[in-house]
């Protein structure tokens, strides 16, 4: 049988028929597409946005560190808002950075619980001040830099401040030639070693008042030096300010005394490095007493120059043999002795001889009397120094005395167990640096010979190295002899190690050359002014001020333990002083010991 074939439509009938279909597949097609596309649409907003998850993914910022100090910043809250939906504006504090400060912005209460529109410029500042120095403290954090917080920056002065001075040595002492005491970078000429006294090397004939030049000469090789006055710890000034006044201490006028002061506190304050804090930051040194750098009026009778009065020098810290009890910017350091160590192993050798020395004397005086002072107890030594068997007395005076030989002075303090050092024609003496190096305790009756004076290099408790017998004791005719027997002998073995102890502190070792291991006078000075620059940068930025600070009872202070507060002292006393018109007299008596001072160098030459 033959199948029967299907009707054949026409094409374009057919062509209509498959059209009306695919329209129907597309149409369902189209709606399921945007029905999944509002689902996902839906869904990525309540369930992402929405913190449906279990994990709290919400960004966390971190900290943000301006000079060295972390600043949270608050956290942002993205979550949706309460029922009633408010836009929120949180923004990144905003950091200006200038020279001088730092300005944060500082949320508000309501920008973080997120119920204003705050703008930035509308929002409270909080100021957090930052300085220039800033970035010499940080340095301290540095562990891999061995100079981080030790760095010293130095003036390139002009050579008239400092080396034109030494050019023309033979000026500098009206009666000493001191071209000779400024060689060997300002040790003098090496002593000989005929008696044994010395040991073979490190021994020079210093002059008392050479500590300009040698601590300009240490300086120079102080291994934390910068050409980068932003990381300084402190800044050096290289001013002979010692050698500058004793030029004209005699028979000049007060404008000639003070050019080179005034000159130099003019170049001083055009530095760039000065504005920084204003001079504090700064520091010299003069080999002299503190009383030739204060005259206090311009009468050509009075005497010294006046640098430390000048205003810009109080800013400044000067380093002195003999410092103001009643004023803060200068602070005492030892008067130079006659051994400049280059090695180490000398001062380990030098203390073992020291400890190992048979001392035959009781107690020992070098000096000669003060017959024009009537408060001086240098009489009655000497008469109590004659009259012991176990005294020695070294009488000093004008015309040829061992005094002036170094080998008898030592060899004298070597054979002996104390050292009496009375004041001198001020308060201080270099012989008492010159015992302690003979490992000799040293007996001080005035508390501004020593305790007042060297609180960088000596220890606060006197009694550990030294015997105190007040001057009126002396007055009194209380016997030395027998105050110094009474002492133990166990307690002798310790104070005269205590001493021999201290001996690195109290020399200048080698200026071509550096100890290792030992902190000598130099190093112990740089520390301290070092701490002194720190502590003063660190209440700046805190903001602390000690606006109860008296500067008349300057020497009480460093005499202060941490956290102790300036009240009576038993060395009141010794400290008092007389008033006119209402006033303190800051150094009248201090300026006649001065005067005597300069005639004492007379004495010694002749």
Known sequence: MRRRQAAILPFGALMEKGQGKNQHSRLCLLASLSAFFWFCLLYFHFVVFGGGGLTDNSPQLDPISINGESINPPPLDLKPSPPVTQSVTVNLPEIDVGRDRVVVDKPSKDEIQGNLRIKNED?????????????????????????????????????????????????????????????????????????????????????QFAVDVIFNNRMKQYECLTNDSSLAAAIFVPFYAGFDIARYLWGHNTSTRDAASLALVDWLVKRPEWSIMGGKDHFLVAGR?????????????????????????????????????????????????????????????????????????????????????????????????????????????????????????????????????????????????????????????????????????????????SVFIPEDDIRRNISIEQRLSQIPAEKVKEMREAVINLIPRLIYADPRSKLETFKDAFDVAVGAIIDKVTKLRKDIIEGRKDDSFIEELSWKYALLDEGQVVGPHEWDPFFSKPKKDGKSDSNSSSVEAAKNSFKNEQRQQS
């Not at 071209?179 to 044994?196: M, S, V, W």
């Not at 002075?409 to 640096?433: E, K, N, V």
């Not at 000799?440 to 009694?463: D, E, M, R």
């Open 123 to 207: 929002r409270p500042k909080m100021e957090i001040k930052t300085y220039p120095f800033m970035r010499a403290l940080r340095t301290v954090d540095n562990k891999s830099d061995p100079c981080g917080g030790r760095y010293i920056y130095v003036h390139d002065l002009p050579p008239r401040f400092n080396e034109d001075m030494l050019k023309e040595c033979k000026s500098l002492s009206l009666w000493t030639n001191m071209c000779k005491f400024t060689t060997n970078a300002g040790l003098g000429p090496p002593l000989e070693n005929l008696e044994g006294v010395f040991s073979n090397t490190g021994w020079y004939a210093t002059n």
């Open 289 to 465: 007493i503190t009383w030739d750098f204060r005259r206090l009026t311009d009468q050509d009778s009075d005497w010294g120059n006046k640098l430390l009065f000048l205003p810009a020098a109080k800013n400044m810290s000067m380093l002195v043999v003999e410092s103001s009890p009643w004023n803060a910017n200068d602070y005492g350091i030892p008067y130079p002795t006659y051994f400049h160590p280059a090695r180490d192993a000398d001062v380990f050798d030098w203390q073992d001889r020291m400890r190992k020395l048979e001392r035959k004397h009781l107690f020992c005086f070098a000096g000669a009397p003060r017959p024009g002072n009537v408060k001086s107890i240098r009489g009655q030594i000497i008469d109590q120094c004659k009259n012991s068997k176990v005294g020695k007395l070294l009488e000093c005076d004008f015309g040829e005395s061992k005094c002036h030989s170094p080998s008898s002075i030592m060899q004298m303090f070597q054979s002996s167990l104390f050292c009496l050092q009375p004041q001198g024609d001020s308060y201080t003496r270099r012989s008492a640096f010159d015992s302690m190096l003979a490992g000799c305790i040293p007996v001080f009756f005035h508390p501004g010979s020593a305790y007042t004076q060297y609180t960088w290099h000596l220890p606060k408790n006197y009694s550990q190295y």
